[in-house]
Nanobody, 126 residues
């Protein structure tokens, strides 16, 4: 089992930066493939970024590529999302999610993730 708790969301001006954290408890974080998702009001939850267990493979959605960076510290059981050059359209609830397998599935498929945090709100004003 992995329990996830996000933090770091707040209101910022467009062009600003934020770093989200996702603290994991449980013994299997280092074996868990992790992603960040977000959901804006009235929209479906969408994948933002993915990182493999050792951090050697990372994927990003086209909308955040070049602006966001996903990373993890397995020694601290923590996942991060560094968000730079924020835009108003980045406004959403951000969730970290984890799953124990990555073979044969797309990284942004929400239904393949077993573990979810409660979310942290990011609001970007223009």
């Amino acid at each position: 089992q992995v329990q996830l708790v996000e933090s770091g969301g707040e209101s910022v001006q467009a062009g600003g930066s934020l770093r989200l954290s996702c603290a994991a408890s449980g013994r299997t974080f280092s074996n868990t493939y992790m992603s960040w998702f977000r959901q804006a009001p009235g929209k479906e939850r969408e994948g933002v970024a993915y990182i493999s267990t050792a951090g050697t493979i990372r994927y990003y959605s086209d909308s955040v590529k070049g602006r966001f960076t996903i990373s993890r510290d397995n020694a601290k059981n923590t996942l991060y999302l560094q968000m730079n050059s924020l835009k108003a359209e980045d406004t959403a609830m951000y969730y970290c999610a984890g799953r124990l397998s990555s073979s044969g599935v797309t990284w942004y498929d929400v239904f393949t993730y077993k573990y979810w945090g409660q979310g942290t709100q990011v609001t970007v004003s223009s």
